[in-house]
Each structure stands twice: as structure tokens, then as C-alpha cells.
């Protein structure tokens, strides 16, 4: 699919977000190991959250829709998981393989994950190797680094140690694995990574403890209720509304009810260092979870400089971030984020790739991007190479530039925030 953009001015909005998705997966995942059922109201609609779904489904949890899209979660408790007769199809989710292998390896059973040819490329040796040092029995392809991924569980030990990435995928996983298992953890992490995790187990009573970077889940086994949650709006979806605002003319956005975990807010914070306006409230707390309102009106900016130690908390809004800079008077330099060489795409090289053909000043390092600004960009051809975050970026980018941008590939927002293209400011024509 091919989509022709072009930009708005004097856009204003008000409104409330699909569910995150951090804590969408997070969320069926815990109602399905709950001893009873689980009512989840607001569950992001992507089709990642639909994997997870999928595939918990295989493994013999039952999720059912009901009225004003209320989830109800029947899963299987003290009994586990079902072995299931077919390969786990975890479609382009990183986050369904890597949580439920975590899960999987600390339950009874053979079982065998697979996704698509973009998932295939991701790295699973990050989560292979700290859960064979729990004892347990993973093989994957090329030398155990890539799937299809086979999980023969049960029989896991405690893991103490350092994951070898800053990563709440891999963190998640072990965690997932130990309580599954009923197994100690002592873990500690290499920077900050998202804490939902360990926010919802706090949450359903399940003593697990945090100290600064380190985090420690005595052995089980822990049983918890099932429970009812309204997955708060997800900040990296609220991300795009919020940088169409920032680059605008007259524009303002209002967005309720989103998800305000500090390690989810660091692009909002990088922005308001760059003189952005941006304010973020919160007004309530969800299992653990800060949950309030972010405005964002036309503002003048600044370039920045982005620490290593700032990269974790704004990972997937950094594509983004080099379209905001376009517009920043001076330099943004962004460094210590190789991580992003790793996702959907090779997300430093493409974002370079494709705002440079709509004349962005911008270079590539090996662990970043430096973008020089303000420069006024260019309608283009530009590619999404079968990734949401950067197809919405680059949709973004055509709100500031001068006429028609043409996305070659689209239809990949629906990953993460299917929602996108309704709320979407430009004029959009799709072309056959």
C-alpha cells in the first residue's frame, strides 16, 4: 500500500487513547496464569496485543469480548498451560515471543514460536541465554539466536545475575519464568528499563521487590486473583499526536488518560528540554501505574543532546525524535542507542535514509544519529520498511513538508496504534 500525505495547520484535539501496549500484553498474560477470571477493559487493539492473544488462547486461556469491549480472561491457573498441537504463531511481536518464552520455560511441555520474516530477524539469544542459566531448554536457529524458538519447560532453578541487555523484554521474561516456575530471582538490571512488570505483581499482591536497579522475587510459588484493569492510553502512541502539535501552527492537543510511568516519558521530557510545551498531569494511579493527561501546543525548539542513560525511557520514539529535530534550531545529537539497530528495522539507517531524501540534514553513527536544523523538508518517496514507528514518523514529517509525501509500503500503524490514521491531521489519499 502506497499513501499520499500532505500537511494541516490550526489542527486542535482532545481525546483519549487506545490502551498501551506494554501493559495490554502484560495484562492477558497475567490474567491468564490468575486462579480466576479477569475483566480488562481498554486492552490496546494492535495487532501485536492480538498475538499475545492468539497465542495464549493455543495454550488454553479463554478471552472473550463482551460489552463496551470489556475483555474477560479465563485462563488456566495452578494447572499451567496446555501443550499445544501447533507452532505458537507470534506474528511481528518481540514482545509476545521473548515474554512468553520467559513463561513457557517455567511450565511443563514442548513448545515451538515462530513469527514473521521481520520477527525471524530479531535477537532471541538475549533471552535464550539467562534462561538456559536457570536450567533451562531452549534451542533456536542460527546457533540459538534467532526463531523459530523451541521451549522444552519446567525444571528451572533461581536466576541471580545481570541480564546481558538494559532491556524490560529480557527482564520480563526471567521474571515470568521464576514465577511460573516458583523460583527466586535476583536480578540486576544494566539501566532503567519499563517496571510494568513488577508494577502489576505488586499490584496482585505478589511480593516482588525493587532497589534501585535491582530487583528481587522471592521463590514461590505465588498465586494470585484474577482482577480488573483499565489499561491506561499508551504515551508512545500519545508520542505522534503530541510531535504533530509541537510542529505545528496554532495547533494544541489535550490527550486523557495515558499511561505516565516515568520510564515511558522520556521522549515528552527530551521535548520539553528542546522548549517545548508540553505539560504532563497525572490524576490517578491503575495497578502500580501513574495515569493522568499530557497537553502539547505549536512550540520553537532547540537541539539537544541525548544521553546514553536517556535512551531507555524514549526507545521507540527516537525515529520520531529526528523529525522533531528537523525543525530544532542547532544540533540533537543522539548517542547510546544501538539498541535501535535491532527493532522491526534497523531503525538508526532507515530513519537517516528516508528523511535525508526529503532533505533532512541528518548523519548516522554507529550508535545514533546527529540531525542539523531547522530545515524545511520536502515532499518525497520515502519507505517504510514494514515498520509502525517509522511509517508513523514519516507520516508525521509530511505535516511539516513542502508538498505530497508518498509512504511506499504503508499499513504497518495498525502493529501498535490502529487508531492512527482516524486521528491523523493531513489530508491521506491511498493510491492502488
Known amino acids: 500500500m502506497r499513501v499520499r500525505l500532505s500537511g494541516a495547520?490550526?489542527?486542535?484535539?482532545?481525546?483519549?487513547?487506545?490502551g498501551d501496549k506494554s501493559l495490554s500484553h502484560r495484562s492477558l498474560i497475567l490474567a491468564s496464569m490468575a486462579s480466576s477470571p479477569s475483566r480488562i477493559k481498554g486492552l490496546s487493539k494492535g495487532a501485536d496485543v492480538a498475538s499475545t492473544g492468539s497465542v495464549l488462547g493455543q495454550l488454553g486461556s479463554r478471552i472473550e469480548t463482551g460489552r463496551e469491549e470489556v475483555v474477560t480472561v479465563s485462563g488456566w491457573g495452578d494447572s499451567g498451560p496446555k501443550e499445544p498441537e501447533a507452532v505458537l504463531d507470534c506474528g511481528n511481536s518481540g514482545t509476545t515471543i521473548r515474554l512468553m518464552a520467559g513463561l513457557l520455560a517455567g511450565c511443563s511441555g514442548l513448545f515451538i514460536m515462530d513469527g514473521d520474516e521481520s520477527l525471524r530477524k530479531r535477537p532471541?539469544?538475549?533471552?535464550?541465554?539467562?534462561?538456559?542459566?536457570m536450567g533451562?531448554?531452549?534451542?533456536?536457529?542460527?546457533?540459538?539466536?534467532?526463531?523459530?524458538?523451541?521451549?522444552?519447560?519446567?525444571?528451572l532453578s533461581a536466576f541471580?545475575?545481570?541480564?546481558e541487555v538494559a532491556s524490560a523484554q529480557v527482564k520480563s521474561s526471567?521474571?515470568?519464568?521464576?514465577?511460573?516456575?516458583?523460583?527466586?530471582?535476583?536480578?540486576?538490571?544494566?539501566?532503567?528499563?519499563?517496571?510494568?512488570?513488577?508494577?502489576?505483581?505488586?499490584?496482585?499482591?505478589?511480593?516482588i521487590g525493587t532497589d534501585d536497579l535491582k530487583v528481587?522475587?522471592?521463590?514461590?510459588?505465588?498465586?494470585?486473583?484474577?482482577?480488573?484493569?483499565?489499561?491506561?492510553?499508551?504515551?508512545?502512541?500519545?508520542?505522534?499526536?503530541?510531535?504533530?502539535?509541537?510542529?505545528?501552527?496554532?495547533?494544541?492537543?489535550?490527550i486523557d488518560g495515558v499511561c505516565l510511568n516515568p520510564t515511558r516519558t522520556g521522549f515528552f521530557t527530551i521535548l520539553q528540554r528542546m522548549g517545548a510545551k508540553i505539560e504532563m498531569?497525572?490524576?490517578?494511579?491503575?495497578?502500580?501505574?501513574?495515569?493522568?493527561?499530557?497537553?502539547?501546543?505549536?512550540?520553537?525548539?532547540?537541539?539537544?543532546?541525548?544521553?546514553?542513560?536517556?535512551?531507555?525511557?524514549?526507545?521507540?520514539?527516537?525515529?520520531l525524535l529526528a523529525v522533531v529535530a528537523t525543525a530544532a534550531e542547532g544540533h540533537t545529537v543522539v548517542q547510546g542507542a544501538e539498541e535501535l539497530r535491532v527493532k522491526e528495522s534497523d531503525r538508526i539507517r532507515c530513519v537517516v535514509n528516508e528523511l535525508s531524501k526529503m532533505g533532512a540534514r541528518i548523519t548516522e553513527a554507529p550508535?545514533?544519529?546527529?540531525?542539523?536544523?531547522?530545515?524545511?523538508?520536502?515532499?518525497?518517496?520515502?519507505?517504510?520498511?514494514?515498520?509502525?514507528?517509522?511509517?508513523?514518523?514519516?507520516?508525521?514529517?509530511?505535516?511539516?513538508?513542502?508538498?505530497?509525501?508518498?509512504?511506499?509500503?504503508?499499513?504497518?500503524?495498525?502493529?501498535?496504534?490502529?487508531?492512527?490514521?482516524?486521528?491523523?491531521?493531513g489530508e491521506r489519499l491511498i493510491l492502488d
Open 216 to 254: 528481587h522475587l522471592p521463590a514461590g510459588p505465588h498465586r494470585f486473583e484474577g482482577f480488573e484493569f483499565t489499561v491506561p492510553g499508551d504515551p508512545s502512541s500519545a508520542a505522534f499526536l503530541v510531535a504533530a502539535a509541537v510542529l505545528g501552527t496554532g495547533t494544541r492537543v489535550k
Open 136 to 155: 533451562g531448554r531452549l534451542w533456536a536457529r542460527r546457533n540459538d539466536t534467532l526463531c523459530p524458538l523451541v521451549v522444552k519447560g519446567g525444571g
Open 9 to 18: 495547520e490550526n489542527w486542535k484535539y482532545s481525546s483519549s487513547l487506545t
Open 367 to 425: 550508535d545514533g544519529f546527529t540531525v542539523y536544523g531547522p530545515t524545511q523538508l520536502n515532499g518525497a518517496a520515502v519507505e517504510c520498511h514494514h515498520d509502525h514507528r517509522l511509517e508513523m514518523s514519516l507520516a508525521v514529517a509530511a505535516l511539516t513538508a513542502e508538498g505530497n509525501t508518498n509512504l511506499l509500503n504503508a499499513g504497518w500503524a495498525s502493529i501498535s496504534f490502529p487508531e492512527f490514521w482516524d486521528f491523523y491531521p
Open 160 to 163: 541471580r545475575g545481570k541480564p
Open 281 to 319: 498531569t497525572q490524576t490517578e494511579t491503575r495497578m502500580g501505574e501513574p495515569v493522568g493527561t499530557i497537553t502539547a501546543e505549536s512550540s520553537r525548539l532547540i537541539g539537544t543532546t541525548v544521553e546514553p542513560e536517556e535512551v531507555p525511557p524514549a526507545i521507540d520514539e527516537f525515529p
Open 174 to 207: 526471567i521474571i515470568l519464568a521464576a514465577l511460573a516456575a516458583g523460583v527466586e530471582v535476583e536480578l540486576e538490571e544494566l539501566g532503567y528499563t519499563r517496571d510494568h512488570t513488577e508494577n502489576m505483581l505488586r499490584g496482585l499482591g505478589v511480593p
Open 124 to 133: 532471541q539469544g538475549r533471552i535464550i541465554r539467562p534462561l538456559t542459566q
